[in-house]
């Protein structure tokens, strides 16, 4: 096997959502399939720290947000490094990446789709200039790569074609989330017998944690010594938190911000709720689902992939707060149902979602990449 196969991942790198963490899990081991990789980013942030901390190498062009001197930087880092394969993620980097890489003859170009812009993008001008980015450059890319049916779909809807687009699910590391302390409860003080729901999410509109906390009145009636967690940070903290003093549910919503534990934090959880408008994959439900945590989720986008409703989670109407209280009280006062649910997802899991499923997919995509661009 020839380990000396590189791969150069282009992304913003601003945040430290699912793309970022996915990057993370495929430099980490896909040397172990014969490719060894570096990232471009353009932040330096919390996600340049910790590829440095891996040892994974890193180059921050850190520009202002659309300078074209991005446009040379990578231009320069693939003249220089030649790899044998760019993979980009995310519109500014898709859009950069591209226009960098048609200079560069011969190297395979593969763009991974996480998520559906139109749901990324509230405000409608940063809507219309994305989409307009994505497509003006689309057919640059030699391949996408979606991270579930319901995004190749769209793909396809919007004109690529089928032959242009796999599905590749990202995996979880099965074994790392099924071990974990309830450390996050003991900080917060909540007593052996409180009901625990959690949320693990970046705060922004999209992922619906306000229903979630609309429907905590109606769980607390069925149970006083309920709780709602929520990990994550982003720009909906504000308005979340003054939602929970309009609501006077102080004592019962706790917000625990960013953390990197999250196998703790979710084996501190009785259940997980995700009320997602829209879902590219839903990783924090899958990392649930291998700490075996029953889970109560919307039936949106890439969730669909892996949740059948009563088999291995318990579905809510979308925007419904009374359905999603509903659901959640069913779980809570039925123990042997929420084992069952929570038996089955770690089963699904374990089968379709691992990281070494995510490997060797995304392995055999790289392989034939390079046979078609040599053949």
């Not at 640059?140 to 699910?169: C, M, N, P, T, Y």
Request: charge should be negative; glycine fraction near 8%.
């Amino acid at each position: 096997m020839d380990h000396n196969r590189t791969v150069i991942h282009v992304i913003g790198g601003g945040e430290y959502g699912g793309a970022e963490q996915h990057i993370l899990q495929l430099l980490n081991l896909l040397p172990n399939y014969g490719f060894k990789g570096k990232v471009i980013c353009f932040y330096e942030a919390a996600f340049s720290k910790e590829l440095r901390k891996r040892g994974i190498e890193v180059e921050v062009l850190a520009f202002d947000r659309f300078d074209f001197r991005l446009l040379t930087g990578l231009r320069d880092a693939f003249e220089r490094d030649r790899p044998h394969i760019i993979h980009t993620h995310g519109v500014k980097a898709n859009f950069f990446g591209r226009l960098a890489a048609r200079k560069v003859i011969d190297i395979p170009l593969v763009t991974t789709v996480h998520s559906l812009l139109r749901f990324d993008y509230t405000n409608q001008l940063a809507y219309f200039f994305a989409s307009r980015m994505e497509k003006w450059t689309r057919t640059i890319s030699d391949h996408f790569i979606a991270v579930s049916s319901s995004i190749a779909r769209s793909l396809e809807e919007d004109g690529v074609s089928a032959e242009k687009i796999s599905v590749v699910h990202h995996g979880i590391d099965v074994d790392y989330f099924a071990q974990g302390s309830p450390v996050l409860r003991q900080e917060l003080g909540l007593s052996e017998g409180s009901y625990c729901i959690g949320i693990v999410s970046r705060l922004v509109k999209i992922k619906g944690i306000e229903e979630a906390i609309r429907a905590l009145p109606l769980i607390l009636e069925a149970n006083p010594d309920a709780h709602l967690v929520v990990v994550g940070a982003g720009p909906e903290e504000g308005a979340l938190k003054a939602l929970v003093e309009q609501l006077n549910l102080g004592s019962h919503v706790h917000f625990a911000g960013f953390r990197k534990d999250i196998a703790n934090c979710l084996h501190s959880f009785d259940c997980l709720v995700s009320a997602s408008h829209s879902e590219g994959l839903g990783l924090n439900i899958l990392e649930a689902m291998a700490a075996s945590v029953p889970v109560v989720v919307t039936g949106v986008g890439g969730i669909l992939d892996f949740t059948q409703d009563r088999e291995n989670g318990l579905m809510f109407e979308k925007g419904s707060s009374r359905d999603l209280a509903d659901k959640v009280i069913e779980v809570m006062n039925n123990p042997e149902l929420a084992e069952n649910l929570a038996k089955e997802a770690l089963r699904r899991v374990q089968e379709s979602f691992s990281l070494d499923t995510m490997l060797r997919n995304t392995a055999r995509l790289y392989e034939h990449l390079l046979e078609e661009s040599n053949g």
